[in-house]
């Protein structure tokens, strides 16, 4: 996912921006570039990125009458897969880095999922909220992906394309891109459990949940210590587990490849610990 579109120019409390090749400007409200980020979501880029959190977004599509009649929960061996956990997309938005990826709510199996997609292109699905890590820390979801990508270099930042992720964000200062993050990657070649820094900000570390061929095409229900994998992964930030969360996304990405893939979500909720 690159930033690509958009020059900044910046003043204190708002910018204007000008598309390329243009002298029009619009005025936000915040902004980020170099290693600057804003509160919800981190996101990679290489070059200047503006997020306007208070700009007019796109929402994810949404089949309610499929959604009703969903069912709750099915099983998968020993694990449970659970239905999204809500009928609409109405508190979630979408921002789109190179093109839009897709989703939307639809039922798989007699399932009600988030179905995400993408043709080459790279678009993120974020819900802006504070969760309190101290009373629920465990994050919880199941995906199923129905192909990797032919991708030996996604720790990379030409390879930094994944068939699913699962962001999570913490706000670390006052200004709005004083953030870290943690992505939850279903890995093509790095192998699972593998953790390393995301190639472009030493401020969001990609961990591999799951990886390979071999889990392809099946669910896997996965549980996460939200506030203990920010203590591991960025012990001089916190020296003790972060106590709040600002946000959490999902997403599906090949921009950088040219990559095609599907992905299905289930089940995402913060439980206690």
Known sequence: MSGRGHRPTCAWGHIQVSP????????????????????????????????????????AFADTATNTTASNTCSIGNNTVAAWPELDLKRWDVREFAGA??????????????????????????????VDLAATPILSWSWLVDSIYDNPNEQSKKGDDFPARLYVVVQTGFLPWDTHAINYVFASSTPQDTQWLNPFTDKAMMIAVQSGQEAVGSWH????????????????????????????????????GGFSGQARFGGLMFEPG
Request: hydrophobic share 40%; with cysteine.
């Open 101 to 130: 990826s897709q989703y939307r709510l639809t039922e798989h199996d007699g399932l009600r999922v988030l179905d995400a997609r993408t043709e080459g292109k790279a678009s993120v699905l974020y819900r802006q909220q504070e």
């Open 221 to 256: 229900c996965e549980q996460r210590d939200v506030a203990a994998d920010f203590a591991m992964a960025f012990p001089e930030v916190f020296p003790e587990p972060p106590k709040n969360l600002s946000g959490y996304a999902v997403m599906i990405d090949g921009d950088n």
């Open 20 to 59: 390329w090749g243009t002298e029009s400007r619009v005025n936000v409200l915040i902004f980020i570039f170099g290693d600057c980020y804003p509160p919800m979501p981190v996101l990679r880029t290489s070059l200047p990125l503006v997020v306007a959190l208070f700009l007019p977004t796109a929402h």
